[in-house]
């Protein structure tokens, strides 16, 4: 049988292939070649002109990153650097996971957007993994950790109405770090960020980190607390870990005076201190957690969860957000979630970290300038006795990506994924950059 033209099926054939694809292929879209190599490789040319486009929020340093692959990124110039920072704790999976991006992809030509006054199927199944890996009930999603921060405070808020508090009180830290919105930047225990936003928002009572008593004391003196927030470890503050039974401690404190207990785990959550959740070292569950960063490795998402009275709090019109939970986001926390627990990422956090605290131990020993090496999972910490923001550009220039907190805090926060070959590297080079440093 000879090929016959057969104008109702090949329109029917059309038909279905518009249906599947209306704009055609990108590819064949007028100027799409160019559009695509200058998003994917800005030269520097753009770099430099676009610079003094963007507000002045950043201390940004000379270099920019075109690609990634793993533990490592690549500049504009070919040159390879190891990433010990993940982008702060974000890219715990590392770069260019391809799980990840085969599920961002395919889920960029399925459907990125449709709003919370729908069903997601995506969110509900993201909160039903997430609620049951941390031992909680309820998900909000939202898109930032400062906005998992901020639907805690007003969680917080709620609680201290129900019960009769004119205006509820949360308990928060010294050297606390909780993002960048006013009520988010009142609760955060640095004046630096606070200084030129007064006046801030009221209702924080704030005490010395990892200090047990200084909380009971409050207790003793104030009926208008409804809450506490805290996080295990504290990041930028210059990754300082409570003492041992602290946050048992926070929860039997919670417990006895009806305070909402609530953990700020954006930075130490998925599986970046050597379990899922820091407060899961001391078997501690919280009323209220909230989480970000490595959630999306990079797309952005944040969540606060809850449990008990907590999970019961809000009711239509209370809260929202329009991106939050979006079937883009959730579909990338999913495939996050997948790889962490194929890979079992905590426990190899766990070894991994310990590997590399022990090696930095024994290489920085001889150096006086070095107080403390300190760290949980891939959290780690080198104290220095002097401020070391140089230390940035100097490892920078080694080909090593890692950050300065707190003024004299080395913070390490590598993508969770390491082989041998890369502590070894971290190490060796961190180590005589150091000595130069402090030599
Ligand atoms: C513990 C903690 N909470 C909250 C935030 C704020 O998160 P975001 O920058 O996503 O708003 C951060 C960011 O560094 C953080 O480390």
């Known amino acids: 049988m000879t090929e016959s033209h057969n104008p109702q099926t090949d329109s029917e054939a059309s038909l279905r292939r518009d249906k599947a694809r209306p704009f055609g292929r990108a590819s064949s879209f007028p100027g799409y070649e160019k559009l695509k190599a200058r998003t994917t490789t ?50 715990n999976l590392g770069h260019a996971h391809p799980v990840l991006a085969a599920a961002i992809a395919e889920q960029a030509s399925t459907v990125l957007h449709t709003s919370n006054i729908f069903r997601i199927a995506l969110q509900e199944e993201l909160g039903r993994r997430l609620t049951q890996l941390a031992g909680m009930e309820k998900a909000f999603f939202c898109n930032s950790g400062a906005e998992a921060n901020e639907a805690a405070i007003k969680l917080a808020r709620l609680h201290g109405h129900s019960r009769a508090i004119a205006e509820p009180q949360i308990l928060v830290m010294e050297d606390s770090f909780h993002g960048r919105t006013m009520a988010t930047l009142s609760a955060t225990g640095n004046a630096k960020i606070q200084q030129g936003f007064e006046p801030l928002v009221q209702g924080f009572l704030r005490v010395p980190y990892g200090d047990l008593d200084a909380i009971a004391a409050l207790a003793d003196a104030r009926d208008d607390i409804a809450a506490i927030l805290v996080e295990p470890i504290q990041g930028e503050g210059g990754i300082n870990i409570a003492p041992p039974g602290y946050l048992a401690g926070v929860r039997r404190l919670c417990d006895r005076n009806d305070w909402l207990m609530m953990l700020d785990e954006v930075q130490t959550g998925m599986c970046r201190t050597g379990r899922w959740f820091a407060c899961q070292h001391e078997g501690v569950t919280p009323d209220v957690m909230a989480l970000a960063k490595a959630l999306g490795n990079g797309v952005p998402i944040g969540t606060s969860l809850a449990v008990g009275k907590a999970a019961a709090l809000l009711s239509p019109g209370r809260h929202g957000s329009t991106f939050g939970g979006s079937p883009l986001a959730c579909r990338a926390a999913l495939a996050v979630i997948e790889v962490m627990e194929r890979e079992r990422l905590d426990e190899r956090a766990a070894a991994i970290g310990a590997q590399i605290l022990q090696r930095l131990r024994d290489a920085l020993r001889g150096i006086a300038a070095v107080r403390d090496v300190r760290g949980r999972g891939m959290m780690i910490g080198i104290e220095l006795d002097r401020p070391c923001a140089e230390l940035v550009t100097q490892a920078l220039a080694a080909g090593l990506l890692i950050n300065v907190t707190a003024d004299n805090v080395v913070r390490l926060l590598p993508p969770l994924i390491y082989g041998a070959e890369e502590v070894e590297s971290l190490v060796s080079t961190l180590a005589s950059v150091i000595a130069r440093f402090a030599g």
């Open 42 to 91: 800005p030269t520097r040319d753009d770099v430099n002109s676009s610079r003094d486009a963007l507000m002045s929020t950043y201390q940004r340093l000379p270099v920019a990153f075109v690609r990634g692959s793993g533990a490592y990124l690549w500049d504009e110039n070919g040159r390879r650097y190891l990433d010990a920072l993940s982008g702060v704790a974000v890219c």
